[in-house]
T-cell receptor, first 111, second 118 residues
Framework: GNSVTQMEGPVTLSEEAFLTINCTYTATGYPSLFWYVQYPGEGLQLLLKATKADDKGSNKGFEATYRKETTSFHLEKGSVQVSDSAVYFCALFSGYSTLTFGKGTMLLVSP | GAVVSQHPSRVICKSGTSVKIECRSLDFQATTMFWYRQFPKKSLMLMATSNEGSKATYEQGVEKDKFLINHASLTLSTLTVTSAHPEDSSFYIC??????????????FGQGTRLTVV
């Protein structure tokens, strides 16, 4: 079956630091990959996505590249801000099933 | 992009009462919606798949009689937590996919409902 593994948090960084949140997956076929962000007390928002190998999704300074050879979709940002503090979920979608989520990684950015 | 609206965002109820949460797709018709529950510091747990005009499909371990799902129209699914108890306190989130969009597209999520049972 499908599964998503992402690094456990919390990840604690100072403002303007470089961010990497690792995500690897197991899936049949050729899934689409997503990063969702959840701000405190809110639902999930799509941050970025990639639908095929070597695609790079990007949004709000965040990037992730679909690496089929390593089955990874690591999230990166060159300079984080306090407002980026949130929980980040890596997810995959394959076929007509629902999304498969990782357990989420909390990011805490201090001034 | 498509919008999914969930209501209410927060609700506090007494133990033993029932609470209804609504999930609406605002600019597309959703034949299928999904209900998730999120525990503190845990990922999202899929509770059930809501199918318009038919019975919901529940995940293993989710009580059908406890969490009643009704998908009466193509834009509305409701989750009713019956005879709520403090252990039902959680963050509930719905999502829907636009069937008119391309395959392998993302799901759109509601804002979530924080349920507190006292």
């Amino acid at each position: 079956g499908n599964s998503v593994t992402q690094m456990e948090g919390p990840v604690t960084l100072s403002e303007e630091a470089f961010l990497t949140i690792n995500c690897t997956y197991t899936a049949t076929g050729y899934p689409s990959l997503f990063w969702y962000v959840q701000y405190p007390g809110e639902g999930l928002q799509l941050l970025l996505k990639a639908t095929k190998a070597d695609d790079k999704g990007s949004n709000k300074g965040f990037e992730a590249t679909y690496r089929k050879e390593t089955t990874s979709f690591h999230l990166e940002k060159g300079s984080v801000q306090v407002s980026d503090s949130a929980v980040y979920f890596c997810a995959l979608f394959s076929g007509y099933s629902t999304l498969t989520f990782g357990k989420g990684t909390m990011l805490l950015v201090s001034p | 992009g498509a919008v999914v609206s969930q209501h209410p965002s927060r609700v506090i109820c007494k133990s033993g009462t029932s609470v209804k949460i609504e999930c609406r797709s605002l600019d597309f018709q959703a034949t299928t919606m999904f209900w998730y529950r999120q525990f503190p510091k845990k990922s999202l747990m899929l509770m059930a798949t809501s199918n318009e005009g038919s019975k919901a499909t529940y995940e293993q371990g989710v009580e059908k009689d406890k969490f009643l799902i009704n998908h009466a129209s193509l834009t509305l699914s409701t989750l009713t937590v019956t005879s709520a108890h403090p252990e039902d306190s959680s963050f509930y989130i719905c999502s829907a996919r636009d069937p008119g969009a391309t395959l392998n597209t993302e799901a759109f999520f509601g804002q979530g409902t924080r349920l507190t049972v006292v």
